[in-house]
């Protein structure tokens, strides 16, 4: 079995590579290739090529190992490991040139569910800011080879926080009440549209704390293992690992207070 340290310079590459090939597909013109849940959730050509490069990269590299992506689905291996992928998490911020759109790649042993698996490294790339976020177990968080911390010590009403929306019009007004909710509680809310770097703003401090419903395992499973090696706790619904029904992400203190307001309010989805 490699360390999480080897696995790690295995996705950092991997998604280097993905990266370049992004950037240079979005200076070219983006091409939307199709549309996917609603018609404001689309995929480009370039995510169907960064998640083929990745797939090949990783079956010459690692050919036992399982695949999961956000564009070709999942195929089982037999080592039992499994990466995990977004070519491109915040493909609408892509497609408008929005600065906030990153390639995600991490590895995780066990079965492909966040409700069981344990990530091992994990590499989140902003082709656009040229920053790289990288984590491997127990070996802290860093962004281009500089280690990072979450902010501590911060209250409820002082707390930037970040949230998503779905794509379905009815799960956004629902998310969208919740907001109102919140926002008179803390500092500000903020919505980037990426949460892969949602999670890795936690993790160097530019959030203090994150939460989504919704998020699919390739969204979060690279920015959720590098906040957590930043300090963060992590969690989803009912106390259960971060997932589908619930994502939040932020110091030990702070997710203490943010914790049972997203829990009260999203309990009542189930």
């Not at 939307?32 to 010459?60: F, M, N, P, Q």
């Not at 991490?106 to 984590?135: C, H, I, K, Q, S």
Request: glycine share 12%.
């Amino acid at each position: 079995m490699p360390t999480p340290n080897e696995l790690l310079e295995i996705a950092t590459t991997v998604a280097r590579r993905a990266a370049a090939l992004a950037l240079q597909r979005r200076r070219d013109g983006v091409e939307i290739a199709a549309s996917k849940s609603t018609i404001t959730d689309i995929v480009t050509r370039a995510d169907r090529e960064a998640e083929d490069l990745i797939r090949g990269a990783l079956e010459a590299s690692r050919p036992r190992d399982g695949f999961l992506g956000e564009e070709s689905g999942g195929e089982r291996g037999s080592s039992g490991l499994t990466w995990v992928v977004d070519p491109i998490d915040g493909t609408v911020n892509y497609f408008y040139d929005i600065p906030a759109w990153a390639v995600s790649v991490a590895v995780v042993e066990g079965d492909p569910d966040p409700a069981t698996w344990r990530t091992l490294a994990g590499a989140v790339v902003n082709p656009a800011t040229g920053e790289v976020f990288t984590a491997a177990a127990g070996g802290g968080a860093r962004v281009n080879g500089e280690p990072i911390r979450v902010n501590e010590g911060v209250e409820l009403p002082l707390a930037l926080v970040g949230t998503g929306f779905g794509y379905d019009p009815e799960i956004r007004r629902r998310q969208a009440a919740f907001v109102t909710e919140l926002i008179p509680q803390v500092r500000d809310v903020r919505r980037i549209g990426a949460a892969s770097l949602d999670l890795c703003s936690v993790a160097c401090g530019r959030l203090d704390a994150y939460y989504e419903r919704g998020l699919n395992p390739w969204d979060h499973a690279a920015g959720a293992l590098i906040a957590q090696e930043a300090g963060a706790t992590v969690g989803g619904l009912y106390g259960a690992p971060a997932g589908k029904a619930l994502l939040l992400a932020a110091a030990p203190g702070l997710y203490a207070q943010l914790d049972p307001l997203v829990q009260a309010y999203y309990r009542h989805w189930e």
